[in-house]
């Protein structure tokens, strides 16, 4: 799909072909993309797709995602993700639905290459939680991450080290420590990090720890660290 679409409803069956949609789009209904082939939302910063009723790619391998991806309001289901662009994930249709929705990365996160420089955005709202459950940047690292929701859960390591250096990745939810997480922006430009709200983890006994690793860069907490308690923490940084 190029250019404008406009749909009521979209449905794809379990085939393997492949699904590109580039320019914009609204499409109504709670969209599970199917196919077995390649998916593609977005491949350019102007880019932006509407999922009206929600969007889940769970049933398919992978997500390249460029530019907006957007819900008003509904949950968001995101298999391994492979940022071809500099994306927004938004489930607040840019502010139009304040509560928003959860926002789940069921898997990965990568640029398609360190050396594009891609950056991530993430807007759950103020009801809403973005959780990610696999590692962010492992095979190719992100230039820089922000995320708003209620809540951000991590339950994997994030390394967010690519770029000239100076990008701030910030949380501004409380975070839940739902593993051991390292979170590591020193790269051979180092990129600061800001926790504006608090650091738990899930569960006290379950003793998970973080390391932040931040080079020469700064690494800032705004609130407290531990309200649910960790078993180690460590951090780098300037």
Do not use: C, H, K, W
């Amino acid at each position: 799909f190029t250019g404008g679409l406009t749909a009521t409803t979209l449905t794809t069956a379990a085939q393997g072909y492949d699904v590109l949609f580039r320019g914009t789009g609204t499409i109504t209904n709670d969209v599970t993309f199917l196919n077995t082939g390649t998916l593609t939302l977005g491949d350019a910063a102007g880019d932006i797709l509407l999922f009206d009723g929600g969007l889940d790619t769970l049933a398919n391998s992978s997500a390249s995602v460029g530019g907006t991806v957007r819900t008003s309001g509904d949950q968001i289901d995101l298999e391994a993700v492979s940022l071809v662009g500099n994306a927004t994930v938004d489930s607040t249709n840019s502010g139009g639905t304040t509560a928003g929705a959860d926002i789940n990365f069921t898997t990965t996160v990568n640029a398609d290459l360190a050396s594009n420089n891609r950056t991530l955005t993430v807007n759950a709202g103020t009801g809403g939680v973005a959780q990610f459950t696999g590692i962010v940047g492992g095979t190719q690292s992100l230039a820089d991450l922000d995320v708003t929701g209620t809540r951000l859960d991590l339950a994997a390591n994030m390394t967010v080290d690519a770029g000239a250096g100076g990008a701030t990745v910030t949380f501004n939810s409380p975070v839940q420590l739902e593993g051991n997480i390292t979170i590591d922006t020193d790269g051979t430009n180092d990129n600061n990090l800001s926790f504006l709200s608090t650091i738990s983890a899930d569960v006290a006994g379950n003793d998970r720890t973080l390391t932040v690793t931040a080079g020469g860069a700064t690494a800032q907490f705004g609130s407290t660290v531990g309200a649910t308690a960790l078993a180690a923490f460590d951090v780098t940084a300037n």
